[in-house]
């Protein structure tokens, strides 16, 4: 098992910047391809951001790139994602997840998920 919990969340204006923090416990975390995901009212869940068990390899979707970062610390069990210059259209909950396995796993297959934290942002 392994256990995530996201914390960073809040309101911010757009043009602003966000950091969302994931804390992990359990198994060994750094044998696990971590990520975020986000569901905004009424829409499906969706990929936003992964990074793979060593730091070397990432992937975003399409319209976040240039604009968030993901990296972790394999030391403190930590995955973040720095979110700049967020949208309106960047309001969301978004879930910290995680996969034993590749960045491509975590993408189509997480297996673990924390309780989402709410990020929005104002017009």
């Known amino acids: 098992q392994v256990q995530l919990v996201e914390s960073g969340g809040g309101l911010v204006q757009a043009g602003g910047s966000l950091r969302l923090s ?4 359990g198994r060994t975390f750094s044998s696990y391809a971590m990520g ?5 009212p009424g ?10 068990w060593s ?25 973040s994602l720095q979110m700049n210059s967020l949208k309106p259209e960047d309001t969301a909950v978004y879930y910290c997840a995680a996969a034993p396995g590749n960045v491509l796993l975590l ?13 929005t942002v104002s017009s």
């Open 55 to 79: 730091g070397g390899s990432t992937s975003y979707t399409d319209s976040v790139k240039g604009r968030f970062t993901i990296s972790r610390d394999n030391a403190k069990n930590t995955v």
């Open 36 to 40: 975020w995901f986000r569901q905004a």
């Open 43 to 52: 829409k499906e869940r969706e990929f936003v951001a992964a990074i793979s």
């Open 22 to 25: 994931c804390a992990a416990s």
């Open 107 to 119: 993408r189509t297959s997480p297996v673990y998920w924390g309780q989402g934290t709410q990020v």
